[in-house]
């Protein structure tokens, strides 16, 4: 496969179990966050969005929090299945401006 | 089938050698992006389109060209001067430009090699 996240924070689970993933970004002003999946040799699959004006989002077994006040993003998903083991990032925006990308966390299903 | 598809999954440039990535999207997309992507970082921007015709570049724009001629098409040129072009690159599009909430779509990436 592809040799992205070589030297990324690995995050190991057990099957059935909630995985929590972390983003700190960077701009106060940031208003619009997305987070996203990426196996390997893949590109990138969208997961789920916020913006600024929420502080929570539920999707699909996922969960996005925002916490403004200390710049920190992160997405639960419920009951980690094998198919969830890939490279998790966080996007964020600055209305106007272009998206800044995190270098992402591996996430590690084990049986 | 709706997406973004880009071209070659893989390639190999020998050094002083031009090459060029293709991308595609029938999402009937306004904007398009290319990226690079490389171990333990975040995507970096190399250039951007938000219409035909048009085009800025992105944080790291040196040693790479593009064009934007059809809507559907964006394709990226890596040329001899960019001094280290071994990586993963992803091309995207979305609605309309980043500013206005619109997610990017991506393409499944072009692993290029330089031998």
């Known amino acids: 496969g592809e040799s992205v996240g070589l030297h990324l924070p690995t995050l190991s689970v057990q099957e059935g179990d909630n995985s929590i993933i972390n983003c700190a970004y960077s701009?106060?002003?940031?208003?619009?966050f997305i987070w996203y999946k990426q196996e390997s040799g893949k590109g990138p699959q969208f997961i789920i969005d916020?913006?600024?004006?929420?502080d929570k989002r539920q999707g699909q077994r996922v969960t996005v929090l925002l916490n403004k006040t200390v710049k920190h993003l992160s997405l639960q998903i419920a009951a980690t299945q094998p198919g969830d083991s890939a490279v998790y990032f966080c996007?964020?925006?600055?209305?106007?401006?272009?998206?800044?990308f995190g270098p992402g966390t591996r996430l590690s299903v084990l049986p | 089938d709706g997406g973004i598809t880009q071209s070659p999954k893989y390639l190999f440039r020998k050094e002083g050698q031009n090459v060029t990535l293709s991308c595609e999207q029938n999402?009937?997309?306004?904007?398009m992006y290319w990226y690079r992507q490389d171990p333990g970082q975040g995507l970096r921007l190399i250039y951007y389109?938000?219409?035909?015709?048009?085009?800025q570049k992105g944080d790291i724009a040196e040693g790479y060209s593009v064009s934007r001629e059809k809507k559907e098409s964006f394709p990226l040129t890596v040329t001899s001067a960019q001094k280290n072009p071994t990586a993963f690159y992803l091309c995207?599009?979305?609605?309309?430009?980043?500013?206005?909430?619109?997610?990017?779509?991506f393409g499944p990436g072009t692993r290029l090699t330089v031998l």
């Open positions: 916020i913006r600024s004006n929420m």
């Open positions: 996007a964020e925006n600055n209305y106007g401006q272009n998206f800044v």
């Open positions: 389109s938000q219409i035909v015709n048009d085009f």
């Open positions: 701009n106060s002003a940031s208003d619009y």
């Open positions: 999402l009937n997309h306004d904007a």
């Open positions: 995207a599009s979305s609605l309309g430009t980043a500013s206005s909430y619109n997610e990017q779509f």
